[in-house]
């Protein structure tokens, strides 16, 4: 099985910051590489596919790269909207194989 | 723009099945594959498994192989996911999830997402 870790695990930011969350498999995924975005209580929303492909209607802030085995989220200018959990999720291998999550704080 | 309406929160004891539903709103339902994803409280995301939109195909996670049955009503307005011989451990948030266009679809990347369904086993 495809193994997908997420660092860090949690990290602390202000509003403007620009942070970076990085996403390693355990193999080979090419671009098979989707981000989320989730808060409490609600379902994860689609940020990036494809490895660097903003989903519409995501902000410009989001931007993903990286193939295969290492990427990374990066978040330019960071909004008080954008403290949440992040997950990767692979499907390369299977259909989905999801990283542990990357809490973002304040 | 489809949206995915589940079923509401279940209580269930060790042993029993549950069975929870997902319909479309705004958009045929039969028109997309449908996948499943749960979510155990402070855990990662999981994928249970998947039924294509013929309805004539299902995959599942070796995870939850032997113990999960995804099936669409013969409208194709409802998908259903049941999941038997529940224990402790499947407490959780299930969701409903579709690839809505093609760009998703080529990389199974989830962009609808039913509201969720908690289940509780105790």
């Known amino acids: 099985d495809i193994q997908m870790t997420q660092s860090p695990s949690s990290l602390s930011a202000s509003v403007g910051d620009r942070v970076t969350i990085t996403c390693r498999a355990s193999?080979?995924?090419?671009?098979?590489l989707n981000w989320y975005q989730q808060k409490p209580g609600i379902a994860p929303k689609l940020l990036i596919y494809?490895?660097?492909t903003l989903q519409s209607g995501v902000p410009s802030r989001f931007s993903g790269s990286g193939s295969g085995t290492d990427f990374t989220l990066t978040i330019t200018s960071l909004q008080p909207e954008d403290f949440a959990t992040y997950y990767c999720q692979q499907s390369y291998i299977t259909i989905g194989t999801f990283g542990q999550g990357t809490k973002l704080e304040i | 723009q489809v949206q995915l309406v589940q079923s509401g929160a279940e209580v269930q004891k060790p042993g029993a099945s549950v069975k929870v539903s997902c319909k479309a709103s705004?958009?045929?339902?039969?028109?997309?594959?449908m996948h499943w994803v749960r979510q155990a409280p402070g855990q990662r995301l999981e994928w249970m498994g998947w039924?294509?939109?013929?309805?004539?195909?299902?995959k599942y996670s070796e995870k939850f192989q032997a113990r999960v049955t995804i099936t669409r009503d013969t409208s194709a307005t409802t998908v259903y996911m049941e999941l038997n011989s529940l224990t402790y451990e499947d407490t959780a948030m299930y969701f409903c999830?579709?690839?809505?266009?093609?760009?998703?679809?080529?990389?199974?990347?989830?962009?609808?997402w039913g509201q969720g369904t908690m289940l509780t086993v105790s």
């Open positions: 193999q080979f995924i090419s671009t098979y």
């Open positions: 999830a579709i690839n809505s266009s093609p760009a998703t679809a080529t990389v199974y990347a989830f962009d609808v």
């Open positions: 494809g490895a660097s």
């Open positions: 705004g958009h045929a339902l039969s028109d997309y594959a």
């Open positions: 039924i294509n939109a013929d309805s004539d195909k299902t």
